[in-house]
């Protein structure tokens, strides 16, 4: 084999690891919102015959959000249940909505014996927020009838995006 062929068949190899550097450096690194979330980031309460507890984590893309609402009262009942379970909204320090979940509010109506558990999650996105400033996180169940709203044992979190960190 001469030097020529020898230099020619690296040529390839050469371009292709150009072209996988050059995707590599254009690649988007991945982000980690960073945030102040005084303690505690799990509360409860009790209103008319349910139990609803929330919790609050850091999740890749925002906030996590978990709840479990638990039927608490002493016989049967039948009641309204939306999609999703778990509705969550951010407020300013002003009160203004700033992000809210769209619901249908597709409803079905649901007989629960007491002890019944139902239980969701999801992911609140943070990336429109001001970096520094405070915000109210409000989780309740969509949940009514017999009296009982939702918001009756609707839960509020404090935070504050404080960074974003890449990764790559």
Same mark, same amino acid.
């Given at each position: 084999m001469s030097t020529k062929a @020898? *230099?020619?068949s690296f040529i390839p190899i050469i371009v292709i #690891? *150009?072209?996988f550097a050059s995707y590599v450096a254009l690649t988007p690194a991945a982000s980690t919102p960073i945030y102040s979330m005084p303690p505690p980031n799990s509360h409860t309460s009790t209103s008319d015959g349910w139990q609803f507890n929330a919790t609050i984590s850091h999740a890749e893309m925002g906030l996590g959000v978990s709840g479990n609402l638990t $039927?608490? #009262?002493t016989s049967n009942a039948t $009641? %309204? !249940?939306g999609v999703p379970l778990i509705l969550c909204e951010i407020q300013a320090q002003n009160g203004t909505i700033v992000w809210g979940e769209i619901t249908t509010m597709l409803l079905r109506q649901q007989t629960v014996a007491p002890g019944q558990? !139902?239980? %969701?999650s999801t992911q609140v996105p943070t990336s429109?927020? @001001?970096l520094g400033q405070t915000y109210t996180l409000l989780v309740f169940p969509q949940v009514s009838g017999n009296g009982f709203s939702g918001h009756s044992v609707e839960q509020s979190f404090s935070f504050s995006p404080l960074a974003v960190t890449s990764q790559p």
């Open positions: @020898v *230099a020619i #690891g *150009a072209i $039927y608490v #009262g $009641y %309204d !249940f558990t !139902f239980s %969701d429109q927020l @001001v």
